[in-house]
């Protein structure tokens, strides 16, 4: 009997010790969330080191325009078919190595948005560029060139070209 009972509370005991390993397993799965909505466009800044100041700019930008992105990406509003199809799409897309313009098109293509999703979409890369832009001119170049950001961007140039 004694033999019984000394088992059970070593077993209890290790049970004990062994039990928030796994629960702190559970909770780093459950805790990779999804990223907040907007989060792409501010991913350019969390790539490269900003001063204190930049920092605040960025914090600033996030707060007047968190909640825009988020009821914009909301308007879009896919559903799991056409978030499915999209991530089939992407795949395609880099498959075929096709960029820009073209995988864009070849995308939307194959989600088949709705016409109110088509303008919600607009509307959202409307405002990701609009905060894009202002996030670039925080940074300085040596930031730019570490994060891979072009100064120019290619409309320009292209008008630029058909000028000459």
Not at 41 to 66: C, R
């Amino acid at each position: 009997m004694k033999n019984v009972v000394r088992t059970a509370l070593i077993l209890t005991f290790a049970a004990l010790i062994a039990l928030p390993a796994f629960a702190a397993d559970k909770a780093e799965k459950k805790g990779k969330k999804k990223p907040a909505a907007g989060a792409g466009v501010f991913a350019v800044v969390s790539k490269i080191e900003l001063t204190d100041a930049q920092k605040e700019q960025v914090a600033a930008l996030k707060k007047e325009f968190g909640g825009k992105l988020a009821e914009a990406n909301k308007a879009v509003g896919l559903t799991d078919d056409q978030k499915a199809a999209r991530k089939t799409a992407m795949a395609e897309v880099k498959d075929k190595g096709l960029k820009g313009k073209e995988a864009r098109e070849y995308i939307m293509g194959k989600v088949n948005l709705s016409s109110e999703q088509q303008a919600a979409q607009k509307e959202l890369g409307a405002l990701t560029q609009v905060v894009r832009t202002k996030l670039i001119a925080i940074l300085t170049p040596e930031q730019k060139e570490a994060a891979g950001i072009k100064d120019a961007p290619a409309k320009k140039k292209r008008k630029e070209k058909a000028a000459k």
